[in-house]
């Protein structure tokens, strides 16, 4: 009877645990850019995640908020909690670049990125902590753009799934988003390429939080991230090498 008990206790931990996991594993806690969401999920669901601006999440662990790691969009976010000692050392993982998105029906009748200044259109953007919309910034600035454009924004966002729901949704004409997010709206949305003299230098990095109580797990997660399977998984996202 006792055996058989033993038995049925443990096939309900098994089924309990997520699919996928060991049983007895650490389940970590990884704050992470809203970009990166279909990128980790496909490589490991079995960790609890939580996807926002990497400003907002920088700001959620300096008050304390309980995370394992950290991965940003902008090393402006990691570095800042670096230098307070709020993160281990930071190390890059991943790269990116902006396009810009219409909807498939495109009511603006967009086809370059000049023409947001030529037409009448209803542009939405990440706002400017937001990583995505400080790099969005930066190019409006280097194709000259940024005084005549910024005025037809009707809309700035926490993040860059915010910019994408809103195109998506025709609650705008265009928005400036990573090349990884039109994957996942493919049908939705057509990318207008952004000249490569203009894109910024868009990098993500990863790191241990010093509050976690699960370093060792979070250090090897780390080390998943930039080995090969982890890699593979960031690139069939649209990810660039490091």
Known sequence: MGRRLGVVLLLAVLLAAPA??????????????????????????????????????AAQIQQGAPADVFASASPQYTQDLYRRKLVEKPVTFAS????????????????????????????????PAVPVGSYTRTVLRKLGLLSSVLGKVVSQESDVK??????????????FVYVTDVKPVAGQVTAIRIPAWAQPRVRYEIAVVAASSHKSA?????????????????ARSGFGKP
């Open 20 to 57: 996928g996991a060991k049983p007895g594993a650490t389940r970590l806690t990884i704050f992470a850019a809203a970009s990166l969401t279909e990128a980790f999920q496909s490589f490991d669901r079995n960790e609890t995640y939580s996807f926002a601006g990497s400003n907002t999440l």
């Open 96 to 127: 990116n670049r902006l396009v810009l998105i219409v909807p498939k029906s495109n009511p603006a009748g967009l086809t370059s990125v000049y023409d947001l200044a030529r037409k009448d259109t209803k542009l939405v953007v990440a706002g």
């Open 162 to 175: 915010g910019v994408v729901g809103k195109v998506v949704l025709g609650q705008a004409d265009a928005g």
């Open 218 to 234: 979070a250090r090897a997660w780390i080390k998943r991230v930039l080995a090969k399977q982890g890699q593979a998984a960031l």
